[in-house]
């Protein structure tokens, strides 16, 4: 990231968490300690980023109700992401141990229902905040209709494990449900605020959905090739669960059959030394699926770009960083 | 119930259920079939009923609305019911086995966070369902408000669990998060609806305060008192749960020490044959626990009717029928 994005994605982060730490209160303690675990964990809060990206870029003046907006988001991502920990038995996350792991799956499930609820609470205060209720409204549509596929990508996710014969097709709409839907959601609310036609909100949707998808398959790369000290998570997770992400879809197509048989065995946990799931990393890459999934990863990063030349923002400041956040999103290392 | 009442509350739920049963859809089957689990089982609908008596009271012409509205609560409070279950590890609701019984935890979490989607999808409906904007915020407010408060509530009910010096206070300040909290959004919502004065909402909101206060000490007692058929759940499941509720609580300061003794070894689950457990709800009953809980919830009925009474009406009726499920929350007998 250049010094100017990063300054201004920091700048961002800044404002959302000081709105999140100081709305985000109350008398329960164990309570609001489990849920602000991972919002004091760190996290780039790239999904804030696009929110101000968008509703500045297009227009929008008022950046308190922005961040407020941006906040929603951010606390929605991180109920999501306490809730989604538990379904994978994931232990670590963000370099600290996973909300479930500390505080018990009840508390864990219960600070992601509270985390729930700030979310569409913060929502509601952008009308305070310099909105005009309409704003919030059509807001709150955008966030309820990404939390609906959240909910329905993850129940895809998981089916998924239990399949050896996902397609890429399937792949992708689970991804477009699970990750890119949120962050539609938040093209959409920026430009909600600021403002902007429904065929402009249309538009700004599409290049956050090509992102968005983008950014999981990078993603799905990133946790097979990144040692697990940048990762912030234990690296191979995904194939340790059994997960269908990308380079594992294209390997089981490409492998040679003994390859897959390994790799299959692994995957349904019948095999599960340390030695037996490196080994499954290297098939994986082997079979050139993880330059192949950079490759797809790239072409919905075009994709994007592309359509965002197709808006005008009044803020070219904004889109230049737009366009400079997409790209990064598929070269990232981490 | 007389029959005018009972075929209202008919009536709202057969609005409010096909509202839910309409709008919440989609392809992740088995995600779907949990999420509505409960909604088939039955229930009294007695949230939405409220919702409409204030609104209709109070003067919104528009029934529609009012029951978008109405079925987001529902489905708010049906989340709450497939959270809690895991929780508190309850096996049969409403005379069906819980969700996490049939479709595991995992489907049951997700089951849960994709109804409190729709909970607030519904809510963002409401504007095109004849509301203004500003009013539909103003629902949200309250929902919001409303299940940042069910959050904590049951993070207190949780935590009780481990204690035995719980207060009379503690637990009222409990159960008016936990269950009366949702009773005052629904009049709020209603009065909202109604473009009640704030003035209004306020005193709609302490009226159903102290019936949910009411409701609660209800269900506790009728929890000890019922047979498993009648109540849908199994008999005795807070005192197996260690649960501490008003019932319980009274006990433990009345009991001999010897009862007492006994008591706590069952609510720490130190004892737990079907013997014990009985012999620990006869315990209650002796101390006049039950009573004593009655008496209790009959002076917050009391004081919601008077509370009641305060507040002017369009719609007479629906003041009478108002008052009339104040009464039957703390006469019912399941």
Redesign the interface.
Known sequence: MSKELLEYVSRVARAVDSIIMESVR???R??YDAALHYVKAGGKRLRPAVVHLFGEGLGCSSTEALSYAAAAVEVLHTYTLI?DD??DKDTVRRGVPTVHTVWG???A??A???L???S??L??KT?EKGL???Q??SM??S???A??E???G???D??FENRDDVSIEEYLEMIRKKTAALFEACAAIGAIAARAAPEVIEKARSVMRYAGIAFQIKDDILGITVATEKLGKPRYSDIREGKKTLPIIIALRRASSEDREHLLKVLKKELNSETDIERAARIIERTGAIEESERMARDYASKALELLEGIDFVNDDRKRMLRELIEFIVSRGY
Do not use: C, N, R
Request: hydrophobic share 50%; glycine share 4%; net charge negative.
């Open positions: 109350g008398p329960t164990k309570l809730h538990i379904m799956i009840d508390m499930i219960l992601g229902d509270l729930y609820a700030y569409f609470h929502i509601a009308t005009e209720p309409w919030t409204v709150l549509s966030l309820t209709e939390s609906i959240l909910a329905e993850q129940a895809m998981m089916e």
